[in-house]
T-cell receptor
Framework: SQQGEEDPQALSIQEGENATMNCSYKTSINNLQWYRQNSGRGLVHLILIRSNEREKHSGRLRVTLDTSKKSSSLLITASRAADTASYFCATDPYGNNRLAFGKGNQVVVIP | NAGVMQNPRHLVRRRGQEARLRCSPMKGHSHVYWYRQLPEEGLKFMVYLQKENIIDESGMPKERFSAEFPKEGPSILRIQQVVRGDSAAYFC????????????????FGPGTRLTVL
């Protein structure tokens, strides 16, 4: 099965609210990354969390990693209309830079 | 420092024609990756190249698809005799180096080429 499978979600929230999305994977990992993709555009790297880390922050982003449950979550606080995008998690299950992506979570932030 | 460049951004081909997709990595990056994204799907790895070498092509179909990254010039993903199922967005990414097996360098993605096969 594919690594980095998010619960495929379409999340619609009001500006200012928090958005949370989840990702699960199946094999052991060295790290997990989250990317954002705006409609019709390429992917932008958001954050990388290593397997020995439990939580990481970057600006309004908070990522958690639970290796016992093989899952990760991405929290966007105080969302803005510009956060409207699809969010993908990706793992490198074999440590060879061959990223495996999930299907993505679509987030719509309503102004 | 310009990001990863891909062209064309949009490509329309009829069945049986050839498609050539080009990718120029970020300056100083010597590793290039190609991914394919079908509608409503995540990206799927196709091939990983260094200058003049194919490192891993395990995600690329054995027939009709080929990739190269010459010493000079961009990386090329070539699809011969395209079929409708080849319609997808093709993304290129680049990274500066590889750390031995325990870390993954961030891959920087280009804007993609959207291939439509009529």
């Amino acid at each position: 099965s594919q690594q980095g499978e998010e619960d495929p979600q379409a999340l619609s929230i009001q500006e200012g609210e928090n958005a949370t999305m989840n990702c699960s994977y199946k094999t052991s990992i060295n790290n997990l990354q989250w990317y954002r993709q705006n409609s019709g555009r390429g992917l932008v790297h958001l954050i990388l969390i290593r397997s020995n880390e439990r939580e990481k922050h970057s600006g309004r982003l908070r990522v958690t990693l639970d290796t016992s449950k093989k899952s990760s979550s991405l929290l966007i606080t105080a969302s803005r209309a510009a956060d409207t995008a699809s969010y993908f998690c990706a793992t490198d299950p074999y440590g060879n830079n061959r990223l495996a992506f999930g299907k993505g979570n679509q987030v719509v932030v309503i102004p | 420092n310009a990001g990863v460049m891909q062209n064309p951004r949009h490509l329309v081909r009829r069945r049986g024609q050839e498609a050539r997709l080009r990718c120029s990595p970020m300056k100083g990056h010597s590793h290039v990756y190609w991914y394919r994204q079908l509608p409503e799907e995540g990206l799927k790895f196709m091939v990983y190249l260094q200058k003049e070498n194919i490192i891993d092509e395990s995600g690329m179909p054995k027939e009709r698809f080929s990739a190269e990254f010459p010493k000079e010039g961009p990386s090329i993903l070539r699809i011969q005799q395209v079929v409708r199922g080849d319609s997808a967005a093709y993304f290129c990414a680049s990274s500066p180096s590889i750390k031995g097996g325990t870390d993954t360098d961030t891959q920087y993605f280009g804007p993609g080429t959207r291939l439509t096969v009529l």
